[in-house]
């Protein structure tokens, strides 16, 4: 439902940019959404939510496939790209409580209260910050997962994404918003990414009108962080990014398992690049999977060198070993 309402989001612009075109809207499910059973981070595919997708890409079944940018790898299969990334809604994440915690915050849980979350990211983060609390699994769709939290007693609360609850209609439901200081988001969290064909200029042209300037800033240095580092959903790695006054701002982290050994640095850059010349030697140059043709090319240099140098920071001091040690629990 999530996956529609965020599709139907993207085509509701492109409707109103060209109302002369047709477009239909075809659904399909993927690996990601079949398996339910095992955490994400144990299945060990690389493109959970993006294989099938792209082969109907590939095959010209579908021109454009609209993404939750968060699941989308940093490096995608050769001959695809990222023509936009739209707007980006509240990138935070968000507590649930079971209706009888109703008014309550984390803080204030009886101890050994079980919190559902299937983010290695955000269990890390909260053990550390609550130890009284336990953190279990819990996967399905957001609508299985409120349903396994209201009807059961398992869970005291569980840990989503704020921008989806939102998307869904369901921001009544959030009982507290989880702040940097508490939690760092996934990269690419709340943004929304159209993935087309990398040749494909009419298509491209097309949805380049999405682009949103600050997000795609902004996720090419998250991407580009974790690119990096190596991470993916099995090891635990979190940012948070903030454009100001023509200053991009990125705090990245990362966390073993039980989330008693960090590292977090923040380092900024400035993006404040006139727009360049469009037919120059750079076009459709891409930044870890993106190609945003209307945003200055030295700008989205800037963004990624940033991500790459918070990371390479990160890792003389020792993140490797957190990242490999944390990469050998999961997998064991």
């Known amino acids: 439902q999530l996956a529609r309402i965020q599709t139907d989001s993207v085509v509701e612009m492109l409707r109103e940019l060209y109302p002369n075109l047709h477009f239909e809207i075809v ?14 981070s144990k299945i060990g595919e690389k493109s959970l939510f993006t294989k099938e997708l792209e082969n109907a890409l590939e095959r010209n079944e579908v021109d454009l496939v609209v993404h939750s940018l968060k699941d989308l790898p940093t ?4 001959g695809f790209t990222i023509g936009a990334v739209c707007k980006r809604e509240n990138p935070l994440d ?17 101890e050994k209260s079980v919190i559902g979350t ?52 369901w921001e009544n ?41 600050d997000t795609v800033l902004c996720c090419i240095a ?29 705090t990245g982290a990362v966390y073993s398992l039980d989330g008693s050994d960090s590292l977090r640095e923040t380092m900024q850059t400035g993006v404040n690049y006139p727009p360049q010349n469009e037919d120059g030697p750079n076009d459709d140059v891409q930044h870890v999977g993106i190609t945003a043709k209307n945003v200055p090319g030295q700008a989205q240099e800037a963004a990624e060198n940033l991500g790459v140098e918070l990371a390479s920071l990160l890792l003389s001091k020792g993140a490797k070993h957190i990242l490999s040690v944390a990469r050998q629990l999961n997998d064991a």
């Not at 299985?144 to 994404?161: G, M, V």
């Not at 298509?203 to 009108?209: E, G, K, P, T």
């Not at 090891?235 to 006054?245: I, R």
């Open 27 to 40: 659904a399909m499910s993927t690996t990601g959404d079949k398996i339910l059973d095992t955490a994400l």
């Open 75 to 78: 490096s995608l299969p050769p």
């Open 94 to 110: 968000a507590v649930v409580f079971h209706p009888k915690n109703c008014g309550k915050t984390l803080s204030l849980l009886p």
């Open 118 to 169: 299937s983010s290695l990211r955000r269990a890390a983060q909260l053990k550390r910050k609550f130890p009284q609390l336990e953190f279990r699994d819990i996967r399905g769709n957001l609508n299985t997962r409120l349903k396994k939290l209201d009807e059961k007693e398992d869970f005291s609360a569980i840990i989503l994404a704020a921008a989806g609850l939102k998307r869904m209609g």
């Open 173 to 213: 439901r959030i009982g507290q918003l989880l702040s940097p200081e508490d939690c760092l988001y996934a990269v690419g969290q709340g943004a929304l990414a159209v993935e087309v064909r990398a040749k494909d200029q009419e298509i491209l042209n097309m949805v380049s009108a999405l682009q949103d300037a």
């Open 222 to 250: 998250e991407r580009a962080f974790m690119k990096r580092l190596e991470g993916g959903c099995s090891v635990p790695v979190a940012v948070n990014t903030m454009l100001k006054d023509g200053q991009l701002y990125l």
